[in-house]
């Protein structure tokens, strides 16, 4: 299928970024919520530049990409962010994400999912994710979705300056959806993600998105991520947050 040749060379790019040494799973609920059948798609792209007294400029480029048929969805989605202040870079992270959902009864659904990201302000060189999990939908209207999920993943993960570790860490999610009369789009999703063996070891991903159709298919975009760790590597933040507005165009 062609979004996942599109997956693919994505995939290969960041393994290529990554070249120069912890993001959220990539919000894709407003897509799912979609019924029909078949592939749907989108792009988005966002930037910001500045001059002057202060200069700086940041470019995110987001793929997302479904496939649903019958009680069968795979997802293919990927990320990247790249930034820059008074010409030294200080942003540089990416990801790219693979999810297979089926829908086994009228309310519940099961999910395999694989991962693999880098961050370089956060010392994140690679971490791979390959997990499971079961998503409940609690309400679907014509204007309000609401689902939250319940899973764990493995995760290999290596940070600069240090040795590779590999943890189990769990992985509960809260999505919600909301259409209005006037065309506008809110999509929400929230994680709590704490290590198995030491629940306060945990991380908290927030990614919010609200769109505005221009066009048939191309929407302003307005997002908000944020991103906490309850433990750090030395010398990094326990939190990451990024306001931005972009154009979306979905095929």
Known sequence: MKFFKCFFVLLCALIFLRSAPSSAFINVE???????????????????LQSGNTEKKLVSFDTLNRYLTGDHEI???????????????DTHNGSAHLRYARHLWEYFFAEVFAQVEFNEFRSLIERDLLGVAARMRWFQGEHLSLFNGVGMFGEKEQLKGQDGT?????????????????????????????????????????????????????????????????????????????????LRLNF
């Open 30 to 48: 407003s897509l799912r919520t979609n019924p029909e059948e078949g592939y749907q798609g989108s792009v988005s792209l966002s930037g910001l």
């Open 75 to 89: 997802l293919a989605l990927g990320n990247y962010k790249y930034g820059e202040s008074f010409r030294t870079k």
């Open 166 to 246: 590999t943890d189990l860490r769990g992985n509960l999610y809260l999505s919600l959806v909301s259409k209005f009369s006037t065309g506008l789009k809110f999509s929400m999703i929230g994680y709590f993600q704490p290590l198995m063996n030491e629940l306060s070891d945990h991380r908290i991903n927030l990614d919010a998105d609200l769109e505005n159709p221009l066009a048939k298919n191309l929407n302003l975009i307005l997002s908000y991520d944020y991103h906490f760790d309850s433990r750090p590597v030395p010398g990094v933040t326990k939190y990451d947050s990024l306001l931005k507005v972009g």
